[in-house]
């Protein structure tokens, strides 16, 4: 990929947390993360155990390991949410992008569901509880992954760390994130014929 399709691509996203998450009022930024949320938790309801451990798309995680991934990194990135919301830096390195558990496709598929419900339930407790008018300069490190083309039209996935102020980070880290893995959940379960 060229430095010219890299920095686009940077300045696309940088403008994007400008737009769809510094300069948006709290509870704009809370109704847009609590739809995205609930669209991937009424997409995941009917399916069984059995359905979210099939691998039916060659190199893509099971819609069990879609969970288990999201889990993993909703857990931290609340603790990065608070840090940003007490005025502070989190600590430590960004949460790598590809983080899942010890052994995904061990944890209990209603288990899974569960957790990942009050992870969303307690994100959504933590926004409802953000001042409309609360401020802060406090950043975090968040690992970016975005598909771009190169100049062949290859798609290509550009990796690095952005700092980001709490509402950007909220809305990549529980919106964005979820929008993507619920495409690739769709994807997963597309050849199951469901």
């Known amino acids: ?56 798309v060659p190199g893509e995680w099971t819609i069990h390991e879609i969970v288990d991934h999201l889990i993993e990194t909703y857990r931290p990135g609340l603790d990065e949410l608070w840090c940003l919301l007490a005025g502070r830096r989190p600590p430590g390195e960004p949460i790598p992008a590809g983080l899942q558990s010890k052994a995904p496709l061990l944890r209990p598929w209603p288990w899974l569901r569960d957790e990942l419900r009050r992870v969303h339930a307690e994100v959504l407790k933590t926004l409802d509880a953000v001042p409309p008018d609360f401020k802060t300069d406090a950043k975090a490190p968040l690992v970016m992954v975005v598909n771009v083309k190169d100049a062949q039209e290859k798609t290509t996935p550009l990796t690095w760390v952005e700092d980001l102020d709490w509402k950007s980070y909220a809305i990549v880290s529980w919106r964005l994130h979820a929008i993507d893995h619920l495409k690739q959940a769709r994807k997963v379960l597309g050849p199951m014929g469901a």
């Open 1 to 56: 990929m060229s430095l010219d399709h890299e920095a686009q691509a940077k300045e696309r996203a940088r403008e994007y947390f400008r737009t769809k998450g510094t300069q948006l009022p709290v509870p704009v930024i809370r109704e847009r993360i609590a739809d995205a949320v609930r669209a991937l938790d009424e997409f995941l309801v009917p399916l069984s155990a059995e359905q979210a451990a099939r691998a039916t």
